[in-house]
C-alpha cells in the first residue's frame, strides 16, 4: 500500500492541476476544430490539423508553467514531438479501431455518421492520459 501511496503522490501535484488546465483548454479547441472539419477532412485529417496547431500552445505553456522544465529546448521540442505522435497514433489508432465496432454492436441506434465523432471524443480521454505521463516522465526532463 505503501508504494500506491508514493505512486499517487509522484503524480497528484500541481503540474497535473496546471496541466489539465492548459489540457482543457487545448482540448475544447481541438473538439470543436475536429469535430467542425470533420466532414471537410475526416476523421484522421481532421484530428491530425487540430493536434498540430494545438500542440505548439501545449509545449510552450506546459514546458514553462506545468513542468517548469529546464531541459534544453531543442531536446524537449523533440521528445516533446514524440510524445505527441506517439499519444495521437496509440489514442486515435485504438479509438478508431474499438469505438465504431462497439457503438455498432451494442448501441446500433447511435448512427453511423457519429460513431467516428463519439470515437474522437473517446480517443481524447486516452490521448490525455497518456500524454500527460509522456511529457512528465521524459519529455520535459532534464
Not at 10 to 36: E, R, Y
Not at 55 to 60: A, E, G, L, T, Y
Request: proline letters at 3%.
Amino acid at each position: 500500500m505503501q508504494w500506491f501511496k508514493k505512486l499517487f503522490s509522484f503524480f497528484w501535484d500541481k503540474s497535473l492541476l496546471i496541466f489539465l488546465i492548459i489540457g482543457g483548454l487545448n482540448t475544447v479547441v481541438s473538439v470543436m476544430g475536429s469535430q467542425l472539419l470533420y466532414g471537410v477532412l475526416g476523421y484522421w485529417g481532421s484530428t491530425a490539423l487540430m493536434f498540430a496547431v494545438c500542440s505548439v500552445f501545449s509545449f510552450i505553456f506546459n514546458r514553462k508553467y506545468s513542468f517548469e522544465s529546464k531541459a534544453p529546448l531543442l531536446q524537449s521540442a523533440v521528445r516533446f514531438s514524440l510524445v505527441i505522435a506517439g499519444c495521437y497514433l496509440l489514442s486515435f489508432g485504438l479509438s478508431d479501431l474499438i469505438v465504431p465496432g462497439f457503438l455498432a454492436r451494442f448501441f446500433p441506434v447511435v448512427p453511423e455518421a457519429w460513431r467516428g465523432r463519439i470515437a474522437m471524443l473517446a480517443a481524447q480521454v486516452i490521448f490525455t492520459g497518456c500524454n500527460y505521463l509522456g511529457q512528465r516522465l521524459w519529455a520535459f526532463k532534464e
